[in-house]
């Protein structure tokens, strides 16, 4: 679709790439940098190198958010200021082209971002999510990672939907040292059959037992909800302050794999609110 570019007097007349372009474009990408590093002092680097270089496609999609959302707020400005005349038509015309466009650009660049995700996973084994802020497709919701922050946030402004998923809220907790992938996703795929519209919740781990889950999650499409712990607000408090943060979105149960103390303590709580507390692996 041809439009205005934003910010511009001049039309753009050149397309967005197709989405078969930007896939292949992609691989090859991948392909260049591997055979770069490969077998060299830089090998090393590769899984980092790959990370960021999704993570510019993460961060070009933000950009484009702040934008859209400062296009909506002067579209509903020039709404309530329109007075018959043309030159405040025009004005909210070239609003809606600029919105319209920048929504055709977002949709391209989380295209780039997700599948870019999927060629890490392949390349590393590792799953490619985004340090903070959430990681949303406007297209689909399949298996949308959302940061609990931009959770409440919408729950506080009620206005954007695609950061509230609807279903049943299962919070799930375990150690970074808990490696029994069978039974996690065993119990996980268990809970799913009860609850076919399940939404997962969990601390945003980075090795163990919530990396388990959210690869789970990824493969199974399901929305998942990340509660990372505020390091810099709460200091040694943050992974506490993050329990009750979970906690207070009032999940239907609570999944407990070994862990910490840390993951005790969401346990307690739980059942202290009278939260279902199901733990596949006995406490001992």
Known sequence: ?????????????????DAETLRHGLSD???VILGMFTDT???????????????????????IQKDLDQNEDAQAKSQREQDGSEVKSVELEELITEGQTMLEQRAAFELMRDHG???????TGSLWRPLSGSKINHITMTAAMIDSRDYIKAKQRT??????????????????????????????DKTKAKYSDMVLAHGGGTKGAELIAAKWAKARAIPTIIFRPD???????????????????NPKGVIV???????????????QMGIKVYRPIPKS
């Open 117 to 123: 995700g999927e060629l890490f996973e392949a390349t």
């Open 159 to 188: 206005e954007t939907r695609a950061y509230i998923p609807e279903g049943t809220l299962i919070a799930f907790t375990g150690g970074t040292d808990y490696q029994d992938y069978k039974t996690i996703w065993a119990t996980l």
């Open 257 to 271: 794999f070994p862990g910490s103390g840390i993951t005790e303590n969401l346990a307690d709580k739980a059942k």
């Open 231 to 249: 390091w810099k607000k709460h200091n040694r408090a943050a992974p506490f302050k993050r329990n009750d943060q979970m906690l207070a979105e």
């Open 41 to 63: 002092r830089l090998e090393d680097d590769t899984q980092g190198i790959l990370w960021s270089f999704v993570n510019s496609f993460h961060r070009k999609v933000e950009r």
């Open 29 to 31: 990408i991948f392909d």
């Open 1 to 17: 679709m041809y439009a205005k570019r934003p910010f511009s007097d001049e039309l753009n007349y050149r397309p967005l790439p």
